[in-house]
């Protein structure tokens, strides 16, 4: 077996399980943490376009998620607009408002972006915590919006089972995935790295870095803002605080930092070893011991960048490379 | 018109320790040119240290500055010598060392809980011999607590100043923050600076928590709000320069007090954001910023 044929494999595999796992877990509460699993994971791939590709460390995220959920769950409430269609629209509006950001921002140094990023998505949530409509769309300030039950209906973008949520993120984060493969190989994947690197050694080659960036970021915010809608969907119900808060911008932020800033396989290794661990710490000792389990999150997340700065990835790359090439090499002897 | 005043100067002291909070956030960002996310949490350790404090032994609130102050210099100078140091020197080829951020990122969530474990979630408050006392002035009412804030605020920053450019020490901190590789080479540990910068940065956030705890709660979460204030101060006055982050706090505790007058608390937040955002984009160096620290 070659190593080509071993990576096949594995990764048939891996669709496999992924594919089948609803039909082994019935259970809607190990539903819902895999399908939130996915999502991160999905957010992070997305995230990865601009965090990891273009080497700057946006942590206000949150404010793309909360156009693509704002702007979908408006038009289906008030105008009827199946969720589906208000997905695509909010997924331009947050790209708009990427771009817009980013024009500015990407002159600055990573501090400085990441401040800025932060003020803008708590600038955002205070804006929305105070609007109650905007002419005639209702925001309903701090209260948030709720979507009324429809019933089973996919064009209305809502299922009284888990499994359909389960297939659509899963469809969406493997989409997200070969996209960055594909980028990762292409011209622009160079570019953006290079840029990221060493800017200004890549500007002097003449490379148009602001540019790329920009593309990358109006990918990252579109991307991002589709799974708002899918949130929106998901929950029914969803609110600034919620949904806007720091708590999510950063959790993205993390989940790719453990995971592998810049990798493709980042976001889904750190979510894998982020999500389930937040999930369980929270169900078994959040009742118990309010804060436990953030402090243990707090500690792994020091403990994996003392140890493992690149993140997860890297050491589990090598140990994969060792298994790979003792299998081959048996392969190669029978 | 009075009222105006009276919301000018109460914005100014309370600008003034926003400033305060914000300094040790752009002394250390200024030497190591790392933002310190757990900055807000030391706060609220050196806010419940003092809560303790004046709790358990009756003392005088202000007698907590002798006290809160070392402690947190001790926090503070082992924090980046045992998490921080580290991380820093892997990435000692990066130009930016962003990996540090989220190692304070993990002690601010760490910090923060533990706190909520230990204290629960409810709001405290010290009843000391000056909470809620005032004099008047004419017309107008100046509120004890904030004054001594106020006073304590000025003294820490111009004390600061002093230290780094009369001292030996202080001319390190300074030469390290300038050119790293430089100071290095002409005999400055680099990490016993960093270990310094961070104490002294930290044992600020204790003065801090020391003088806004007379009038103020605490709870463990309190650092946020005081954190992200921190940040859009020291962003405002230019990353780190110590009067540029007083006259940033300033200015935040100006619009938040007289804007305040005018309407609903929470859209003067609103205002904050929309300064600052105008202000990174007009001018990104903030006031008193170095060009090429942007």
């Known amino acids: 077996m070659s190593r080509k044929q071993l990576d096949m494999t594995l990764l048939g595999l891996g669709l496999a399980v992924s594919f089948a796992l609803p039909l082994v877990i019935k259970s ?38 909360g156009i693509g959920a704002y702007t979908s769950t408006i038009l289906s409430n008030q105008y009827g607009i199946s969720p589906w269609i208000g997905m695509l629209a909010g997924g331009v509006l947050a790209a708009l408002v990427g771009v817009l950001i980013g024009k500015p921002t990407f002159r600055m140094r990573g501090a400085y972006f990441a401040l800025c990023t932060i003020a803008f998505a708590e600038g955002f949530r205070v804006m929305i915590e105070n609007i109650d ?24 973008y809502q299922f009284m089972h888990k499994e359909p949520y389960y297939y659509i993120i899963l469809v969406m984060l493997l989409l997200v995935l070969a996209l960055t493969w594909f980028i990762s190989r292409s011209r622009m994947g160079y570019y953006l790295a290079a840029g990221g690197e060493e800017p200004e050694a890549a500007q002097a080659l003449g490379i148009n870095v602001a540019r790329y960036k920009l593309v990358a970021m109006a990918m990252s915010c579109f991307l991002t803002a589709l799974a708002g809608t899918f949130y929106a969907q998901l929950m029914l119900y969803f609110y600034p605080k919620g949904l806007l808060g720091l708590d999510l911008s950063f959790e993205i932020a993390f989940i790719a930092l453990i995971g592998g800033r810049g990798t493709i396989a980042g976001p889904v290794i750190g979510a894998l070893a982020l999500r389930p661990l937040n999930e369980f710490t929270r169900i078994y000792l959040g009742s118990q011991l309010p804060g436990l389990h953030l402090v243990i999150f707090g500690t792994i997340l020091i403990l994996v960048m003392l ?18 090439s003792r299998i081959t090499r048996q392969g190669g002897a029978q | 018109m009075t009222a105006v005043i009276q919301a000018v100067i109460n914005g100014t002291m309370m600008g003034a320790m926003y400033g305060l909070t914000a300094l040790g956030l752009t002394l250390i960002f200024g030497v190591m040119k790392v933002v310190n996310f757990a900055h807000g949490s030391l ?24 006290v809160v102050p070392p402690l947190l210099f001790f926090f503070g100078y082992y924090m980046q010598n045992l998490l921080i140091k580290p991380v820093f020197k892997a990435e000692q080829q990066v130009r930016e060392p ?19 474990m230990l204290f629960g979630a409810e709001y405290r408050t010290v009843k000391t011999s000056i909470t809620g006392t005032s004099f008047s002035m004419g017309e107008f009412i100046v ?11 000025v003294a820490t920053a111009v004390g600061l100043w002093l230290f780094m450019v009369k001292t030996r020490t202080g001319k390190a901190l300074q030469a390290t923050s300038l050119d790293r590789e430089a100071a290095n080479l002409m005999g400055i540990d680099q990490y016993r600076i960093y270990n310094l910068a961070f104490g002294i940065g930290t044992a600020i956030a204790g003065i801090a928590g020391c003088v806004i705890m ?34 940033g706090g300033v200015i935040i505790g100006l619009i938040e007090s007289v804007f305040s007058q005018f309407m609903p608390s929470t ?28």
């Open chain 1, 307 to 324: 140890y493992q700065p690149k993140g997860l990835t890297a050491p589990l790359a090598r140990i994969y490379d060792k298994f790979a």
């Open chain 2, 214 to 247: 007379p009038f103020y709660y605490v709870y463990p979460s309190v650092g946020v709000v005081f954190d992200i204030r921190a940040f859009i101060i020291v962003v405002l006055g230019g990353l780190g320069s110590i009067h540029g982050a007083m006259l």
């Open chain 2, 267 to 294: 859209w003067t937040e609103a205002i904050i954001y929309a300064v600052f955002l105008v202000i990174l984009f007009v001018k990104p160096s903030g006031f008193f910023g170095k060009k090429q620290d942007w």
């Open chain 2, 98 to 116: 962003l990996t540090v951020i989220i190692v304070t990122t993990g002690v601010w969530y760490v910090l923060d809980n533990l706190a909520l």
């Open chain 2, 143 to 153: 509120s004890i607590p904030k004054l001594s804030g106020f006073v304590v605020s």
């Open chain 1, 133 to 156: 409509s905007i002419g005639p769309l209702k925001l309903n300030g701090p209260r948030g919006l709720l979507i009324p039950l429809k019933g089973d209906s996919f064009w209305n």
């Open chain 1, 28 to 65: 809607p509460t190990y539903l819902q943490i895999l399908i939130l699993l996915f999502f991160y994971a999905y957010l992070t791939t997305a995230w990865n376009l601009v965090g990891g590709f273009a080497g700057v460390l946006p942590m206000g995220h949150a404010v793309f998620v």
């Open chain 2, 43 to 66: 706060l609220m350790v050196g806010m419940f240290t003092a809560y303790w404090l004046i709790k358990l032994t009756g003392i005088h609130p202000y007698l907590s500055l002798l």
